[in-house]
DNA sequence: CCGTATCCTCAGGGATACTG
DNA sequence: CAGTATCCCTGAGGATACGG
């Protein structure tokens, strides 16, 4: 039985990788992630333009579960959560300097 | 006047990359054409899982728009059209690059 | 301060048909 | 074969309010 051609052999691990990284705001969040170690919810949002209260936590979580991010509860009052990045997810900061260095290349003006 | 404080002070290489790049099929797109060049508009459908006659049109002409791959059309019938990447283009295959090693070093199978 | 739930809108994008 | 147009629907994500 034949299936479908594809004459791309190995897309898996890049098909992966974007699996986890893709969506409106997982890069910025590991962008500031990579650049503010630690860094309370409160300045996330803050930092993230755009961004909504529902949307900042539901990416937070899909992150860490995913092993990217780590979230560190302060248990007080009132609450202080701290995220940083996992051993796994400081492995992508060379896509991210890459990402930066490119754009600086060619981002006219 | 003071303007919204913002901690991370040069976050715009970064996001024009990322206005480049990001969506559901751009660096699919990028991908392949990393892969295989020139490619026809068919193999790419078929190569790029999901992705509608409608989507891959949009995209392609989203990323010619920002000089990120070129066209070439054959005057002949049926037509012919053939889409490789710019110098633009090929600059960002080192980002794959990193993506795709970064994949096959954690993606657990 | 941080997170979740609920509701609701609207535009991204799918299905389909047509053209050169 | 490659691309466009039209219609239409669905689900991502915004606004809001509440809870720990």
Redesign the pocket.
């Known amino acids: 039985m034949q299936e479908k051609m594809c004459f791309v052999s190995n897309k898996e691990p890049f098909e992966y990788t974007l699996s986890i990284i893709s969506?409106?705001w997982k890069l910025k969040i590991i962008y500031l992630l990579a650049c503010i170690t630690p860094v309370?919810?409160?300045m996330l949002k803050k930092d993230i333009d755009?961004?909504?209260?529902?949307?900042l936590?539901?990416q937070?979580?899909e992150l860490e579960q995913e092993d990217i991010i780590l979230?560190n509860?302060y248990p007080q009052v009132?609450?202080?959560?701290e995220y940083s990045l996992t051993p796994k997810g400081e492995s992508l900061i060379p896509i991210v300097m890459a990402m930066c260095s490119w754009g600086k290349e060619h981002n006219r003006k």
């Open positions: 969506g409106k309370r919810y409160n755009g961004i909504t209260h529902k949307m936590s539901t937070l979580k979230r509860e009132p609450p202080k959560v």
